[in-house]
C-alpha cells in the first residue's frame, strides 16, 4: 500500500519529465527544466522516507529551476523594469518567510533548528523561483509567460500547507489541499518548455 502511494506521489513528476523530453529537441533550457523534475519526483520518494531527503531533493530542484529561469533571461537582455519586478518579488517573498517562519514557531513545540534553517533556505528557493519566472515572462514577448509564475506561486502555497500541517497545526483531509496544488505546480512548470522552449 505505501509503494501504490509513493507511485501515485511522483507519477505526475514522471509524467512532467517526460513530456518535457518529448516535446522540443533537448537544449540547455529544456534538459535544466527535466532536470528540476527530476528532483522533484526524487523529493516525492524522500518525502515519504524522511521530511529531510524530501527537502534535499527538493531544494535542489528549485535550484535547478531558478538557475535555469534565471540563464534563460540573461539571453534576453531584460531591462530594468522586468529587473525590478524580479527584484521585488525576491524581497517580498524574503518578507514572506520570515513572517510564515515567525507564524509556525508561534504555537506548539519549538521546530527543531535544522529542520527549520533548512525549510527557510528551501523556502527562500521556492521565492527565487517564483522571481526568476517573473523576470523571464516580464523579459521575454512570450504570450503565455505567465503560466510558469502561476506554477512557482502555487508551489508555495502547496508547500505552505505541507509546513502547517506539518508544524502548526493538522489541516483536516490535508491530502487535498496538498497533492492537488502540487500536481498543478509541476504541471504549470513543465508548460515553460511549450512557452519558451524554443
Known amino acids: 500500500?505505501?509503494?501504490?502511494?509513493?507511485?501515485?506521489?511522483?507519477?505526475?513528476?514522471?509524467i512532467a519529465v517526460i513530456f518535457v523530453i518529448i516535446f522540443r529537441t533537448p537544449s540547455l533550457f529544456t534538459?535544466?527544466?527535466?532536470?528540476?523534475?527530476?528532483?522533484?519526483?526524487?523529493?516525492?520518494i524522500g518525502m515519504e522516507i524522511d521530511l529531510v531527503p524530501g527537502i534535499g531533493m527538493f531544494l535542489?530542484?528549485?535550484?535547478?529551476?531558478?538557475?535555469?529561469?534565471?540563464?534563460?533571461?540573461?539571453?534576453?537582455?531584460p531591462?530594468?523594469?522586468?529587473?525590478?519586478?524580479?527584484?521585488?518579488?525576491m524581497v517580498l517573498g524574503v518578507v514572506f518567510?520570515?513572517?510564515?517562519?515567525?507564524?509556525l514557531n508561534a504555537a506548539g513545540p519549538q521546530i527543531p533548528p535544522f529542520i527549520l534553517r533548512a525549510g527557510s533556505l528551501?523556502?527562500?528557493?521556492i521565492c527565487a523561483t517564483l522571481s526568476?519566472?517573473?523576470?523571464?515572462?516580464?523579459?521575454?514577448?512570450?504570450?503565455?509567460?505567465?503560466?510558469?509564475?502561476?506554477g512557482a506561486l502555487i508551489f508555495i502555497l502547496s508547500d505552505s500547507f505541507i509546513a502547517v500541517n506539518e508544524f502548526r497545526r493538522k489541516i483536516p483531509r490535508h491530502e487535498?489541499?496538498?497533492?492537488?496544488?502540487?500536481?498543478?505546480?509541476?504541471?504549470l512548470l513543465s508548460l515553460s518548455v511549450f512557452v519558451y522552449g524554443f
Request: aromatic share 20%; with cysteine; charged share 5%.
Open 31 to 44: 534538459l535544466l527544466l527535466a532536470a528540476a523534475l527530476v528532483f522533484c519526483m526524487l523529493g516525492d
Open 97 to 103: 518567510v520570515l513572517v510564515f517562519i515567525r507564524y
Open 122 to 125: 528551501y523556502f527562500i528557493l
Open 60 to 77: 535542489i530542484a528549485h535550484i535547478l529551476y531558478t538557475s535555469n529561469f534565471l540563464w534563460y533571461s540573461s539571453t534576453m537582455s
Open 176 to 187: 487535498f489541499f496538498i497533492m492537488p496544488t502540487y500536481y498543478v505546480a509541476i504541471f
Open 79 to 89: 531591462t530594468m523594469i522586468p529587473m525590478l519586478l524580479g527584484a521585488g518579488c
Open 1 to 14: 500500500m505505501a509503494s501504490a502511494t509513493t507511485f501515485l506521489k511522483f507519477l505526475p513528476a514522471m
Open 132 to 150: 526568476t519566472t517573473l523576470l523571464l515572462w516580464q523579459s521575454s514577448p512570450a504570450i503565455f509567460g505567465y503560466l510558469p509564475v502561476l
